[in-house]
């Protein structure tokens, strides 16, 4: 059973949300400004602007599975007795393990 959230881990989420934040908005920063000294961005900022870009969608991906997987109950599914290799090799060569 998954324990319910506590106020460490929203203020977690959130800290960990506003420097995500923080460092795309400073590197679109840096490529404005690099931007608006040339007509065209360097290769410098377009691998600057790649990399943030693409780690705020794995992170948003990443979030968006986890909740999908944690939200979703485990199948029930009823108890079964062990395929008969397993007994066999739970039992041991000299047959059933005696009760302790």
Not at 55 to 79: E, F, K, L, M, N
């Amino acid at each position: 059973m998954k324990a319910p959230p506590t106020s460490q881990g929203f203020v977690a989420l959130i800290l960990a949300v506003g420097v995500s934040c923080a460092l795309v908005a400073l590197a679109v920063a840096a490529a404005v400004a690099e931007a608006s000294q040339n007509l065209n961005l360097s290769e410098g900022a377009t691998s600057l602007l790649s990399t943030a870009f693409g780690a705020v969608i794995g992170a948003v991906a990443t979030y968006v599975g986890t909740t999908r997987v944690s939200s979703d109950p485990p199948a029930q599914t009823p108890p079964s007795e062990p395929p008969a290799s397993e007994a066999k090799a739970a039992d041991g060569p000299a047959g059933p393990n005696p009760a302790p």
